[in-house]
């Protein structure tokens, strides 16, 4: 069965500088995967997916992801962030192409 | 595109009560999902529907929840006597079965705080 570990419950870090958010998975067939962003109060929003193909994925605001199939891991990542980047994210991984399960999430908090 | 809807977006209700929430899907999504999400987790999923039919139904819905997409557009979610550990953010999200794109969208949730 398909489950998503998120590594780190919480990041801090300073405006314009990086960062990378951790995830992996476990499944043992194919799959899809997912980063949702997640502001206060609302839904989620996608920023990216892996389906196949490159496994260098480019999202909105400047996100990227990369899907390592040795490492079952699809790590999210920013060269520079800002303060609108702080919320809520969340990896998402699905099996079978019928539903989907999340990891714990990621709390980032972008310092001025 | 007007997105994906939920109604209401807050409840309050005292436990033992029934509340019923409803959700709107993006029209040419013929998927509807729901997820349960407690404070400082993910969305765990709960049902999916394809059309009118209810597909998969997991092991959190206990008997006192009850889901229905009955004419394949909008979906209700009912909680029967409800208990305080059902306080939580009620999640909808649709797309389409096939032909993707494959990521499901969301609606703003509901808030349920039962007391």
């Known amino acids: 069965a398909q489950s998503v570990t998120q590594l780190d419950s919480q990041v801090p870090v300073f405006e314009e500088a990086p960062v990378e958010l951790r995830c992996n998975y476990s499944?043992?067939?194919?799959?899809?995967l997912f980063w949702y962003v997640q502001y206060p109060n609302q839904g989620l929003q996608l920023l990216l997916k892996?389906?196949?193909?490159?496994?260098l994925v480019k999202g909105i605001n400047g996100f990227e992801a990369e899907f390592n199939k040795s490492q079952t891991s699809f790590h999210l990542r920013k060269p520079s962030v800002h303060i609108s980047d702080t919320a809520e994210y969340f990896c998402?991984?699905?099996?079978?192409?019928?539903?989907?399960?999340f990891g714990a999430g990621t709390r980032l908090t972008v310092k001025p | 595109d007007t997105g994906v809807s939920q109604d209401p977006r807050h409840k309050i209700t005292k436990r033992g009560q029934n509340v019923t929430f409803r959700c709107d899907p993006i029209?040419?999504?013929?998927?509807l999902y729901w997820y349960r999400q407690t404070l400082g987790q993910g969305p765990e999923f709960l049902t999916y529907?394809?059309?009118?039919?209810?597909?998969?139904k997991s092991r959190l819905l206990s008997d006192r929840f009850s889901a229905e997409r009955p004419k394949g557009s909008f979906s209700t979610l009912e909680i029967q006597r409800t208990e305080q550990g059902d306080s939580a953010m009620y999640l909808c999200?649709?797309?389409?079965?096939?032909?993707?794109?494959?990521?499901?969208?969301f609606g703003p949730g509901t808030r349920l705080t039962v007391t």
């Open positions: 999200a649709s797309r389409r079965s096939s032909g993707g794109p494959y990521e499901q969208y």
């Open positions: 529907f394809q059309n009118e039919a209810q597909l998969e």
């Open positions: 499944s043992s067939v194919s799959v899809y």
């Open positions: 998402a991984v699905s099996e079978n192409n019928n539903d989907m399960r």
């Open positions: 029209s040419e999504h013929n998927r």
């Open positions: 892996y389906l196949s193909g490159s496994t």
